[in-house]
């Protein structure tokens, strides 16, 4: 049972019809195997970035497809409603590309970008740290400038695609100022000194290597960083809003799959003599996680048509996140309760769901710090921008 979706163009709407045909002939038929064995499926996203999937939100320029971020935030429901590790690592490629897509040279953005977001380089994002996860002003990893090049040294946790990338996106101390004193450089897997642990062992997304990368005297060229020495935490900060809204998409569509799955159950399951979708009790429950599931959309969505317009979105798009999560939280274990006994083996996929959709309520930001985000926006009465859409 799709979505529903009002798209912008023709293109979109091939677009959403190329993602499905993809989910159902390249996804589908792998996923509960390489979740099962824990088995990261590389080749999927060259697959993805050759049919356009990866750049989706970047400048035609750079090798993107130039669409708005609803669009490509409705690209990564869809993906999720079948597999939501591969949803989060193009939401986590996407966060990976983005500082060197805003912020750097017109010569960098034409030297690498093209090959990541045509899928053929694999992104990694390195902000936190051991000890320095909600706050990464409190980051500890070094690098220190000799000659022509910065020489990093240091640690960070919880690295999506970690030991799979092709390239790194690393923050790291360049002075001791807390707020300035953070760069953002483009490491290369080859770098030598640049190791990976061996992947965490997760309660879900297990087909998505998740790892603790370690950086050793690795030596990275003056040209491979973006942006200015003391903006990587500006920059930091602004990847993570995309992000948020990134996950705020593969939630939803998560959710959405979890309904599916039980709508299709509750109508073959009969008690009592009738298919128990028509039992009252059970009825309301999907109601509400279809509400909650359209909720989380229109929540996020609205984030996107700011960010879109070229308005301050950061309070909108911890909305996005919070709302999307925690509804998938609900509908995902709502989902479980459903099939009943059947929800809690492992030959259904809802209680994939469910252990999936845990994790997103604690990456990009725990939900705990989302409420800080918007607490403290509210405090300082942001808002009340005025826009007339589709004026210049």
């Given at each position: 049972?799709?979505?529903?979706?009002?798209?912008p163009?023709?293109?979109?709407v091939?677009?959403?019809?190329?993602?499905?045909?993809?989910?159902?002939?390249?996804?589908?038929?792998?996923?509960?195997?390489?979740?099962?064995?824990?088995?990261f499926?590389?080749?999927?996203?060259?697959?993805?970035?050759?049919?356009?999937l990866?750049?989706?939100?970047?400048?035609?320029?750079?090798?993107?497809?130039?669409?708005?971020?609803?669009?490509?935030l409705?690209?990564?429901?869809?993906v999720?409603?079948?597999?939501?590790?591969?949803?989060?690592?193009?939401?986590?490629?996407?966060?990976?590309?983005?500082?060197?897509?805003?912020f750097?040279?017109?010569?960098?953005?034409?030297?690498?970008?093209?090959?990541?977001?045509?899928?053929?380089l694999?992104?990694?994002?390195?902000?936190?740290?051991?000890?320095?996860g909600?706050d990464p002003?409190?980051?500890l990893t070094?690098?220190?400038?000799?000659?022509?090049?910065?020489?990093l040294?240091?640690?960070?946790?919880?690295?999506?695609?970690?030991?799979?990338?092709?390239?790194?996106?690393?923050?790291?101390?360049?002075?001791?100022?807390?707020?300035?004193g953070?760069?953002?450089f483009?490491?290369?897997?080859d770098?030598?000194?640049?190791?990976a642990?061996?992947?965490e062992?997760?309660?879900?997304?297990?087909?998505?290597?998740?790892?603790?990368?370690?950086?050793?005297?690795?030596?990275?060229?003056?040209?491979?960083?973006i942006?200015?020495?003391?903006?990587?935490?500006?920059?930091?900060?602004?990847?993570?809003?995309?992000g948020?809204?990134?996950?705020?998409?593969?939630?939803?569509?998560?959710?959405?799959?979890a309904?599916?799955?039980?709508?299709?159950?509750?109508?073959?399951?009969?008690?009592?003599?009738?298919?128990?979708?028509?039992?009252?009790?059970?009825?309301?429950?999907?109601?509400?996680?279809?509400?909650?599931?359209?909720?989380?959309?229109?929540?996020?969505?609205?984030?996107?048509?700011?960010?879109?317009?070229?308005?301050?979105?950061?309070?909108?798009?911890?909305i996005?996140?919070?709302?999307?999560?925690?509804?998938?939280?609900?509908?995902?274990?709502?989902?479980?309760?459903?099939?009943?006994?059947?929800g809690?083996?492992?030959?259904?996929?809802?209680?994939?769901?469910?252990?999936?959709?845990?994790?997103?309520?604690?990456?990009?930001?725990?939900?705990?710090?989302q409420?800080?985000?918007?607490?403290?926006?509210l405090?300082?009465?942001?808002?009340?921008?005025?826009?007339?859409?589709?004026?210049?």
């Amino acid at each position: 049972m799709p979505a529903t979706r009002a798209l912008p163009t023709e293109e979109a709407v091939e677009l959403i019809q190329l993602t499905r045909a993809l989910a159902a002939k390249e996804l589908a038929p792998r996923v509960a195997d390489a979740e099962a064995d824990g088995t990261f499926p590389r080749d999927v996203f060259r697959t993805l970035g050759r049919s356009g999937l990866l750049g989706l939100p970047f400048a035609e320029e750079d090798g993107g497809a130039n669409q708005p971020y609803g669009v490509y935030l409705q690209v990564l429901e869809e993906v999720a409603a079948v597999w939501s590790s591969v949803a989060v690592g193009i939401s986590v490629h996407a966060l990976s590309c983005f500082p060197l897509a805003r912020f750097g040279t017109e010569e960098q953005r034409r030297r690498w970008l093209p090959d990541m977001l045509g899928g053929e380089l694999l992104g990694a994002y390195c902000l936190s740290e051991p000890h320095a996860g909600s706050d990464p002003a409190a980051m500890l990893t070094r690098a220190v400038r000799e000659g022509g090049d910065y020489v990093l040294n240091g640690t960070k946790a919880w690295t999506t695609h970690g030991g799979y990338a092709d390239f790194y996106t690393v923050m790291a101390r360049t002075s001791d100022d807390r707020a300035h004193g953070i760069s953002c450089f483009l490491v290369p897997a080859d770098a030598p000194g640049l190791s990976a642990d061996p992947p965490e062992r997760k309660m879900g997304l297990t087909g998505s290597a998740t790892a603790t990368m370690r950086l050793e005297d690795v030596r990275v060229p003056v040209e491979r960083r973006i942006g200015e020495e003391g903006q990587g935490l500006k920059i930091a900060l602004a990847s993570l809003d995309c992000g948020r809204l990134g996950i705020s998409a593969v939630a939803t569509g998560l959710a959405q799959g979890a309904l599916d799955h039980a709508v299709r159950y509750a109508r073959e399951r009969e008690t009592f003599g009738k298919p128990i979708i028509e039992h009252q009790g059970l009825a309301f429950v999907l109601a509400d996680m279809g509400a909650a599931i359209e909720s989380a959309r229109a929540t996020a969505l609205s984030a996107a048509r700011l960010k879109d317009l070229g308005l301050p979105f950061t309070r909108e798009a911890s909305i996005a996140k919070l709302v999307a999560t925690d509804n998938a939280m609900k509908v995902t274990t709502d989902a479980v309760q459903v099939l009943g006994g059947y929800g809690y083996t492992r030959d259904f996929p809802v209680e994939r769901y469910m252990r999936e959709a845990k994790v997103m309520q604690i990456f990009e930001g725990t939900n705990q710090i989302q409420r800080m985000i918007i607490s403290r926006a509210l405090d300082r009465d942001e808002g009340g921008v005025l826009t007339v859409l589709g004026k210049e």
